[in-house]
């Protein structure tokens, strides 16, 4: 290897075409390593380098007490044990997080320095590819220490996949697409606040809004499409099965993305003004199940819709079904394996079996930027409530118990 030649770079340029924002970077960086949190059995090896360390801490003290290896090759002290392992100073800028494992690997490069704008970079993304070989061994070749069997332990020869690892870049354009849009929202606000032509500023952002959310729909549908198409093949083909499971659970993983990023663009559709309409509550209910099927089999939970009314309601149908859809998505992160829905006039009925919703937490559920989640923001079911009630509806927590948790529309 050429010492002065950072041959990282190589690959950044060839499997990117465009600059990603840095929020967008940082959420695939934790994408990468999701597997190894969610499974800590699983051994790996991880080759890391990075500068800012301090918002990642968190995802890394998980692994600390896994199977997995981490070998540092940045001056960042991660702890103690981890010193730095580049031998020769030819990385300069450039980031990495390359992830080895016997059936999982994984490679994110990405290098601000190298993008005109600011805390923007190209990334290269891949997922099961023989190429995150190529790299493994690219970085080995400038590390103080031997690691050249880890490579040839854990990450296999695989045949590259160009389909998959295109379909990955594209949900990564589309969550940068996200990431624009938001910042863009509050770049909007904060000019709403000094315009003296509000209303036609406003106007545009809901606009905008309508036509980001029709396009990327036309994009999911797509790569829906297409990971259908690929899966049908796949469970044709024989040989290699261990690598064939691989990849239909990564097309798997790729349409539960997918299915994730069509309710997040529920929410952007719910910014629309109120347009109200003759709707048949029954009709809704059942296209708004259709919508929710593909997390619910995904997830395992068995959906129950009892007899329905034929009523006719006046108000917002988008509105309506993300209050809907919402409450379902949660009843399925709260680990319910059945949900029901049933109507009576112009009231719709939602019960799960999942788990209570902590007594002194109920009060709260509808509160702006309250949450128990994790990674939630708190916005769901306040913005659903709002939504609902700009059209004379309501969203309201009947109960919740050891044995069921129900909710209740107003249409």
Request: glycine letters at 2%.
């Given at each position: 290897?050429?010492?002065?030649?950072?041959?990282?770079?190589?690959?950044?340029?060839?499997?990117?075409?465009?600059?990603?924002?840095?929020?967008?970077?940082?959420?695939?960086?934790?994408?990468?390593?999701?597997?190894?949190?969610?499974?800590?059995?699983?051994?790996?090896?991880?080759?890391?380098?990075?500068?800012?360390?301090?918002?990642?801490?968190?995802?890394?003290?998980?692994?600390?007490?896994?199977?997995?290896?981490?070998?540092?090759?940045?001056?960042?002290?991660?702890?103690?044990?981890?010193?730095?392992?580049?031998?020769?100073?030819?990385?300069?800028?450039?980031?990495?997080?390359?992830?080895?494992?016997?059936?999982?690997?994984?490679?994110?490069?990405?290098?601000?320095?190298?993008?005109?704008?600011?805390?923007?970079?190209?990334?290269?993304?891949?997922?099961?590819?023989?190429?995150?070989?190529?790299?493994?061994?690219?970085?080995?070749?400038?590390?103080?220490?031997?690691?050249?069997?880890?490579?040839?332990?854990?990450?296999?020869?695989?045949?590259?996949?160009?389909?998959?690892?295109?379909?990955?870049?594209?949900?990564?354009?589309?969550?940068?697409?996200?990431?624009?849009?938001?910042?863009?929202?509050?770049?909007?606000?904060?000019?709403?606040?000094?315009?003296?032509?509000?209303?036609?500023?406003?106007?545009?952002?809901?606009?905008?809004?309508?036509?980001?959310?029709?396009?990327?729909?036309?994009?999911?549908?797509?790569?829906?499409?297409?990971?259908?198409i690929a899966n049908k093949r796949f469970a044709k083909i024989k040989g290699d099965e261990e690598n064939i499971k691989?990849?239909?659970?990564?097309?798997?993983?790729?349409?539960?993305?997918?299915?994730?990023?069509?309710?997040?663009?529920?929410?952007?559709?719910?910014?629309?003004?109120?347009?109200?309409?003759?709707?048949?509550?029954?009709?809704?209910?059942?296209?708004?199940?259709?919508?929710?099927?593909?997390?619910?089999?995904?997830?395992?939970?068995?959906?129950?819709?009892?007899?329905?009314?034929?009523?006719?309601?006046?108000?917002?149908?988008?509105?309506?079904?993300?209050?809907?859809?919402?409450?379902?998505?949660?009843?399925?992160?709260?680990?319910?394996?059945?949900?029901?829905?049933?109507?009576?006039?112009?009231?719709?009925?939602?019960?799960?079996?999942?788990?209570?919703?902590?007594?002194?937490?109920?009060?709260?559920?509808?509160?702006?930027?309250?949450?128990?989640?994790?990674?939630?923001?708190?916005?769901?079911?306040?913005?659903?409530?709002?939504?609902?009630?700009?059209?004379?509806?309501?969203?309201?927590?009947?109960?919740?118990?050891?044995?069921?948790?129900?909710?209740?529309?107003?249409?």
């Amino acid at each position: 290897m050429n010492n002065k030649y950072n041959n990282l770079l190589t690959y950044l340029y060839e499997y990117s075409d465009k600059p990603h924002r840095k929020e967008t970077v940082n959420d695939l960086f934790c994408a990468v390593l999701e597997p190894l949190v969610q499974n800590q059995k699983v051994e790996a090896v991880i080759l890391l380098r990075i500068f800012d360390f301090e918002d990642k801490a968190s995802y890394f003290k998980r692994l600390f007490f896994s199977k997995v290896q981490i070998y540092n090759f940045s001056n960042i002290p991660i702890t103690k044990e981890h010193k730095n392992l580049e031998k020769n100073n030819i990385w300069n800028n450039t980031e990495f997080i390359v992830v080895l494992g016997g059936r999982y690997s994984a490679a994110l490069i990405w290098d601000y320095s190298q993008s005109e704008i600011k805390d923007s970079s190209r990334v290269c993304l891949l997922y099961n590819s023989r190429i995150i070989l190529d790299i493994a061994k690219s970085i080995a070749e400038n590390s103080k220490e031997d690691i050249q069997e880890y490579i040839k332990k854990y990450v296999p020869d695989r045949r590259e996949n160009s389909a998959l690892n295109k379909s990955i870049q594209s949900i990564a354009s589309m969550l940068n697409a996200k990431n624009e849009e938001y910042i863009f929202n509050n770049k909007e606000k904060i000019s709403l606040e000094n315009d003296e032509d509000t209303i036609k500023t406003a106007q545009t952002v809901k606009d905008k809004a309508k036509f980001i959310s029709h396009e990327i729909k036309n994009h999911l549908s797509i790569i829906n499409l297409y990971s259908a198409i690929a899966n049908k093949r796949f469970a044709k083909i024989k040989g290699d099965e261990e690598n064939i499971k691989s990849i239909q659970n990564a097309l798997k993983n790729i349409t539960s993305a997918s299915e994730n990023i069509s309710y997040l663009i529920n929410d952007l559709r719910c910014m629309s003004e109120p347009f109200k309409s003759e709707i048949n509550i029954k009709n809704l209910i059942e296209e708004t199940v259709e919508l929710c099927k593909l997390k619910t089999e995904n997830s395992g939970v068995e959906l129950i819709i009892n007899e329905l009314n034929n009523t006719i309601a006046t108000t917002d149908k988008v509105k309506v079904q993300c209050a809907i859809t919402n409450i379902i998505f949660n009843a399925i992160d709260a680990h319910a394996k059945k949900i029901e829905i049933n109507t009576k006039d112009k009231k719709i009925y939602i019960k799960n079996n999942g788990e209570e919703i902590p007594k002194n937490v109920q009060p709260r559920i509808f509160e702006e930027n309250f949450t128990t989640k994790e990674k939630g923001n708190g916005l769901g079911l306040s913005f659903c409530k709002a939504q609902l009630k700009s059209v004379n509806g309501d969203i309201n927590l009947i109960s919740s118990n050891k044995n069921e948790t129900v909710f209740v529309i107003n249409i």
